[in-house]
Every structure is written in C-alpha cells, then in structure tokens.
C-alpha cells in the first residue's frame, strides 16, 4: 500500500481560519437573520477596489494575449524581467538597499514562499519560531518533519518557541543557545508590533555569529507611519549575508484574490551541506522555483508592475491611509473601554487584551455571538498568544464604524 506523509497526523486538528470558518458556518447556519449582519475582521483579506493602476495594466496585458504578435506563453519561472528591475529598483536601490534585479524571485504569494523555502533546507535544523506567530511557519515545518509530536498546549517538540509578550514589546530576546533558522515577521502578524533597527541589527549579529539564517517576513511594510523604522531587514548591515525576505502585494495593492508576491535570496547568502560545505542558497532557489513552479501570470505582473507608476503609488498610498485610518478608530474604541491595546500604528492588525476572565476563544464567541463581529482568537497564533484577541482593519469605514458601536455594547 502506498505510505502516506506521517507528518500531517501531527497537525493539530485545524488550521485556525478554517476553524473560525467552521464556528462562523455553525452560527449562521443557527440564526440565518443574525447571520446577515456579520462583519468579518478575522482574516486579514483586503475590502476595497484594486487600484485603477493595476487594472488598466492587467486589461492592456490581456490585450496583448488576444493578438499572436504579442501573445506570452509560458513566462520565466523567476518572474518576468520588467517586474524584477521595478521591485529592485522601487524598493531597494530607490531607497539606498542594495538588492540585484535576479535576486528577486516572483511568487503567488508569501504564504506560499514562506512554506516552500524549507525545500531548500535539509534536515536537522534547529528552527525558533516566534510566540504568537502567523501558523503557517509553524504547521510548514510539521508538514517538512523538522519536529516532534505536539503537547497538550499545542507546542512541537523540536522547535526553539520565542515568546512575544506585552513586557518585551512583542519583540522576542535573543536565544541563548544556538538555532539554524529563525522566523521574524515585523510588522508582526499577529500583534501589529514594529522592530527597530537596532533590534534587528541584534538579530542579524546573532545570526551570522552562529551561521543561522533569518527568514524574514516583510508582508506589512508598506503600513509603517514611523519613518525611523526599517521596512526591509537589509537595511541593516551585513543582512544580506545572514536573511531571506518575503514581501507580497496582497494588502498593500489588494493582491489578495489577484495573487503576487516576491521573495529576495542575496548571492553571497550561504549554508551548509551535509559534508559541512558551504554553498549559496540562490541557485537552490532558482532551481526550486523553475522545478516546481511557472511563475505568475503575464497580466498579473503587468498589473504589479503598475503599483510602481506615479499613480500606482498614490492608489497605493491611498488604501494605506484608509486602512490605517480603519486601524486608528479600533484602538480607539477599545482603548475608551479600558482594554490594553497594542498595534494598529505601523500595521493593519490590531492587538486586544481580553477582558477580565474571558480566553481568546471565549471572547471569539462573545463578539460573534453577541456583537455578530468576527474576530480572531489570540490563542489560535500560539500559547503566548492566549488572553488575546486580534481584530483586522481590512474592512470599510461604515463597518468599521459599526464594530466600534457593537464593541461598546458588549465590553
């Protein structure tokens, strides 16, 4: 018979969205009236129209494929051209980073990229990996066996846990010991905390003082205000030696439907082989990708390529404004009612303390059921993220207005 992957049996029984999903379906299928009145803020999907930008370039490039003189089939497995020298170029070299146009690699997205870069990693890797953290790090690595089984509080075996809390701004300490890979993600899913330079200047000497490789996750950079925060890990010295970055188009350009991303592997970044030589990771992921992957559609990359035009970053820093905008009347509303809150300055999520005596899933099921809000459940992102809540600011004004009157009814 044939043998299937062991790995996935450890998964626990649901990834969290799929869960809220599940409770969501329940309570609708419940009280079909109340379900009519739910606003989602669990997920963190973009609500407002795709920029003019990218829709006039994905309409021209559809053009294109309806005549044979300028008809693409199959495009470069690493992304076209003309998008990789607009990522380098629009947010690298433009502001003073240093990152080559075939260092850019074009995916569908981070979600993926984050997962599949374990391809590239053999086995044996000590992984550390934030507390609470955006699950796809996590169940990735269960999938790929770089751990054991789970404990009762959900914890794998075989992975360096870094817990985030309130008392160190949501910004891990540095291990003691020595790991091989290390997830970061800032701004941080799903806390809405920022790093500082200097504290990723931290991390990136750690990292090339004990041949660790940092992946980090950039998918929130364009959301930070704060001009004295980095948006990239490279502009911190030696970074391109020791990290992997992922960006992606999802919520910036709303891409969450459209599906556009990118991952940035630096030349000079090394591991080692089995034998204990050293080898650049750059042409394993070339490799990987033109393997297992033919890259994002023709329109699509026209259409991110548009984000880079003069209008494309005004649309763009015009959702920004709105989603910030979403972000600031949330704070608000639940810091009026007493609630420590954190995020929602530099990024689109924001970070709640439950109330006195309710858990993450208990306070999930009180603003669903009696505010008909959907949340998501802090306990759903690791252990340290219990006794919380995260709410999205991806929404309208008008519902994020109405989120605001429903939560000072409940709280």
């Not at 803020?41 to 609500?47: A, K, L």
């Not at 947010?91 to 003073?96: A, F, H, N, P, Q």
């Not at 010991?177 to 000497?205: F, H, M, R, S």
């Not at 991110?304 to 649309?315: C, M, V």
Request: proline share 5%; glycine share 10%; net charge negative.
């Amino acid at each position: 018979m044939a043998k299937l992957n062991d790995n996935y049996l450890k998964l626990k029984a649901g990834y969290l969205f799929p869960e809220i999903a599940r409770r969501v379906k329940a309570f609708s299928d419940s009280d079909p009236d109340a379900a009519a009145e739910i606003i989602r803020c669990g997920i963190g999907d973009v609500t407002e129209p795709l920029p003019a930008a990218a829709r006039e370039a994905m309409k021209a490039a559809i053009d294109e494929l309806g005549k044979r003189e300028t008809f693409r089939g199959y495009g470069p497995e690493q992304g076209y051209d003309f998008l990789r020298a607009a990522i380098a170029e629009g947010d690298y070299r433009g502001r003073g980073v240093e990152v080559a146009d075939d260092e850019i690699f074009v995916s569908d997205g981070s979600k993926c990229d984050t997962g599949n870069i374990l391809d590239i990693f053999g086995p044996g890797n000590t992984i550390a990996i934030t507390d609470p953290v955006y699950p796809v790090y996590v169940d990735t690595n269960v999938m790929a066996g770089n751990t054991g089984e789970a404990d009762e509080a959900g914890a794998y075996a075989g992975i360096h846990y870094m817990p985030c809390t309130a008392d160190n701004g949501f910004v891990p300490a540095i291990p003691e010991g020595k790991v091989d890979l290390i997830y970061l993600c800032y701004p941080n899913n799903p806390t809405g905390a920022t790093a500082t330079k200097g504290q990723l200047a931290a991390w990136v000497e750690y990292a090339r003082g004990n041949g660790a490789i940092i992946l980090y996750d950039a998918a929130y950079q364009a959301f930070v205000q704060d001009g004295s925060l980095p948006r990239s890990i490279y502009e911190v010295d030696g970074a391109r030696e020791c990290a992997i970055e992922f960006r992606s188009f999802s919520k910036n350009g709303g891409f969450t439907g459209v599906r556009c991303a990118f991952t940035v592997v630096p030349k000079e970044l090394l591991a080692e082989t089995a034998a204990g030589e050293k080898k650049p990771l750059h042409p394993l992921w070339a490799r990987r990708q033109s393997t297992k992957f033919n890259s994002v559609s023709y329109p699509v990359q026209r259409a991110a390529e548009a984000l880079y035009s003069a209008d494309g970053k005004a649309q763009i820093a015009a959702l920004i404004d709105h989603y910030m905008g979403n972000a600031k009347l949330l704070r608000e509303a639940c810091a009026g009612l007493g609630l420590d809150v954190y995020g929602g300055e530099n990024a689109p999520y924001v970070w709640v303390a439950c109330p006195p005596g309710i858990d993450s899933w208990g306070m999930f099921d009180k603003m669903l059921g009696e505010a008909k809000v959907v949340v998501t459940p802090g306990a759903g992102f690791g252990a340290a993220g219990e006794g919380f809540f995260r709410i999205s600011a991806f929404n309208s004004r008008a519902n994020v207005g109405t989120v605001c009157d429903r939560l000072r009814t409940i709280v």
